[in-house]
């Protein structure tokens, strides 16, 4: 991700005002921001460190559903001697545990870094979802790019197998939100992962028999066409009490 916003300081002012960086095009979240010259405050069981051109920041007790990246601020000067204030490159958003790192361009220097979280996510069991043929609901390759497609695959205790069932009807994997294709709510409407937005397409109800049912359409999850292998992909369809629509969520 390059460089979103730039400040030019003139040599009358005192000092440099701050400036903050947003996320490129698809990113998830909005960065909170940084101040320029001075190091926020990192959670809990994270650490930045700097050299004279990058900053890694480490998180070892991050809420799993929560993201988060390095954010800082290069400096360079004109050749007038005015300084030149830039938003770092950005190795992109992190879900969980994990090391984000944010690096400056030739003739840069860091200037400032911290850590900078996404929307706080719900409160919630978090483990995995088993169902059919005891496999677990699977973002397709750990991606968390929206529209990637939710599949069932065996349970491997992997990222992209950890959801929540979330205090406010979400259900939510690698930094994103279950989801029923386009809002669509026919029968063998495919459901994938996307931001987070509060549409009816994103909430859901585990109930005491087992379904999984999203409230907007009166369906429910239902791997498709009773597929047992790894990769059969995951649907709503009209309750019907078959195996293939049963699922166990963390509680």
């Known amino acids: ?34 101040p320029a010259g001075a190091q926020a405050a990192d959670p809990a069981g994270c650490t930045v460190t700097s050299t004279m051109w990058d900053a890694t920041g480490t998180c070892t007790s991050m809420d799993p559903m929560q993201t988060w990246r390095v954010s800082a601020m290069c400096q360079s000067w004109s050749a007038n001697g005015i300084p030149f204030y830039t938003g770092a490159y950005s190795s992109g958003w992190v879900t969980g545990n994990g090391t984000s790192t944010a690096w400056c361009g030739s003739m840069e220097t860091i200037w400032s870094q911290g850590i900078a979280l996404g929307p706080t996510p719900p409160s919630g069991p978090t483990g995995p979802v088993t169902g059919y043929v005891n496999k677990c609901l699977d973002v397709r390759g750990g991606s968390s790019s929206n529209g990637t497609p939710i599949q069932m695959w065996d349970c491997l205790g992997n990222v992209n197998q950890n959801w929540r069932i979330g205090s406010d009807g979400t259900i939510r994997a690698v930094g994103k939100c279950l989801d029923v294709q386009g809002g669509r709510t026919g029968n063998g409407t495919s459901v994938q992962i996307y931001d987070c937005n509060g549409t009816g397409a994103q909430q ?15 369906r429910v999850l239902d791997v498709r066409g009773w597929d047992t292998a790894n990769g059969a992909l995951v649907q709503i369809w009209d309750f019907n009490g078959t195996a293939n629509q049963l699922w166990h969520v963390p509680a």
């Open 204 to 218: 859901w109800r585990a109930r005491p028999d087992g379904a999984i049912v999203n409230p907007q359409s009166g």
């Open 1 to 34: 991700m390059r460089r979103t916003a730039a400040l030019f300081a003139t040599a009358l002012l005192a000092g440099a005002a701050a400036l903050t960086t947003a996320p490129a095009a698809g990113a998830a979240e909005t960065a909170s921001p940084v």
